[in-house]
């Protein structure tokens, strides 16, 4: 698939740091997920390359920060050009290493690229405060100024809008970044880099660490004390570690962790409209996503039609190849990650649970969309994040019910519902300890929106006008006139 790229040079496979493509002295493969083929052989970069992109991440800085805001909105507009007009080559990058239907990822380019648009946007209008002074001798005033170098370590699921949802904003607010992808989707991370490089982003501003020691290169960024944030997208185990090893630097953190998300249907939702949002939430990226619904309680008075009508659409999605026609759900990423539906499959079946639909693995590491009715809190789906086309329909009687079900976890990132009702939406909304609510929306991330959950879930927002804050910081200055 790759060699049927419009502008092949757009397949990087060296490290990218100080605007330069390094070998490094090793190698590792990547492979298609569809296929298990080995689709590019990439550098795998020691820790000391690590510290080379600090070093000069911290010598881009001063002169990145001093553009003017305009001048970096340029720049980036050009990148976030480049990554359209690109879009056909990037998603098939994209759905090569990653796997997703090649529909959904070219609809990743354009998402991941609309954080570079909006915070090249938001670049022109970083302005400080002055405020009312209680002393006539005094002016107080505050500039926000960029934080400085910035670390962004980055999952496999969402190869390039992970990156571009914290780059843009560092970017924007006049910080360099050294980003570490995930091992499994180095190359959308590269194709991406290139193309900053040909928008004229400045040598050290952008480095990307490609390779396999992912451990030894978290603990080189979050011990450095020049580099002053790590935002991280990942799971919330992975998060615990790195918050743990920022502690000693007090570097600021964005983490992005796991979900376990609840899609609650009441009996007063449109059903079919309550299906496709199942859908749309529940099998995106083969049910890779930190916002995929993991948990569906559906109302006493309409769950057998609920179950029928989405084990009806389901049992019709094709699964495939993400290249090929019309796929809709494309393998997981991983072996691990398909014995993880299995195992939650088998758990539930073993704990009372029914298949109505799939149920079986396939070949290679592809799974059946699966549905699963009679779900109980007893069972490892109610409490753990599938991360895979299972879902588990759990039945409730009243709304309080929905809520406490709905609560009764560790995690708080997204969270959705269906209903009519104004007085029931409201109470909803209000109760449900989440960072999203979809509320008869099945699909909630655009790039005008603060992402980010509460509880285990994570800290700090991503996107929105919100997005920028976490890479500045206040500076109040307090001036005598007398
Ligand atoms: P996922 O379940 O999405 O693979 P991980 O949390 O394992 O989530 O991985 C997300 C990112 O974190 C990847 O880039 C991975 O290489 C990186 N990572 C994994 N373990 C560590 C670690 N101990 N320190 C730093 N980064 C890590």
């Known amino acids: 698939p790759l060699t049927l790229l419009k502008d092949p040079t757009l397949l990087k496979t060296d490290g990218f740091v100080n605007g330069k493509w390094i070998k490094g002295k090793k190698r590792f493969d990547v492979t298609d997920p569809a296929t298990g083929q080995t689709i590019a052989d990439v550098a795998d970069l020691d820790p000391r390359d690590v510290k080379n992109a600090i070093t000069a991440a911290n010598a881009a800085w001063p002169a990145w920060r001093s553009l003017t805001g305009k001048q970096r909105h340029a720049i980036m507009m050009k990148w976030f050009q480049l990554l359209m007009d690109n879009q056909d080559d990037l998603g098939r990058i994209m759905t090569a290493e990653q796997g997703k239907p090649l529909a959904e990822a070219k609809g990743e380019v354009s998402y991941g690229a609309s954080f570079v648009e909006w915070f090249a946007e938001e670049a022109k209008r970083v302005g400080g405060e002055t405020l009312a002074t209680s002393d006539p001798t005094k002016r107080l005033t505050v500039l926000r100024q960029p934080i400085g170098v910035c670390a962004a370590i980055t999952p496999w699921n969402f190869p390039l809008a992970m990156i571009t949802r914290k780059v843009a904003p560092a970017l924007a607010a006049g910080c360099p970044v050294v980003i570490k992808p995930a091992e499994l989707t180095p190359l959308t991370a590269l194709a991406a880099a290139e193309l900053g490089l040909r928008a004229g982003i400045p040598a050290g501003v952008l480095n990307v ?95 057998d039609q609920f179950v029928k009508k989405l084990a009806a659409k389901v049992g019709k999605m094709k699964v495939g190849n993400g290249f090929d026609e019309g796929v809709t759900i494309g393998p997981l990423i991983e072996d691990a990650a398909v014995k993880k539906v299995a195992r939650h499959v088998a758990d539930a079946v073993k704990k009372g649970g029914k298949i109505v639909t799939g149920g079986q693995k396939l070949s290679g590491q592809f799974y059946a969309p699966t549905v699963i009715s009679n779900a109980t809190s007893k069972m490892l789906v109610a409490g753990e994040e599938t991360f895979g086309p299972l879902a588990p329909v759990f039945r409730f009687k009243t709304e309080q019910e929905a809520i406490d079900a709905a609560n009764a976890t560790i995690f708080g990132l997204a969270s959705y519902f269906y209903a009519r009702d104004i007085g029931r939406i409201t109470r909803v909304s209000e109760a449900l300890e989440y960072g999203i609510v979809g509320i008869n929306a099945g699909i909630i991330s655009v790039e005008q929106a603060p992402f980010g959950g509460v509880k285990q879930s994570g800290l700090g927002r991503e996107g929105s006008r919100h997005g920028i804050d976490e890479y500045l910081e206040m500076k109040y200055l307090c001036i005598g006139i007398a």
């Open 209 to 303: 660490i490609t390779g396999t020691d992912s451990a030894a290169y978290g603990k080189v960024l979050c011990e450095s004390d020049v580099v002053r944030h790590l935002s991280f997208t990942g799971s919330t185990e992975v998060g615990r570690i790195l918050a743990a090893q920022c502690a000693p630097t007090v570097k600021k953190l964005g983490l992005e962790l796991g979900g376990n998300a609840p899609f609650i249907v009441f009996d007063d939702a449109d059903l079919d409209a309550a299906v496709d949002g199942a859908i749309a939430s529940k099998y995106r990226n083969a049910g890779q996503t930190c916002v995929c619904a993991n948990r569906l309680y559906v109302q006493d008075g309409v769950y």
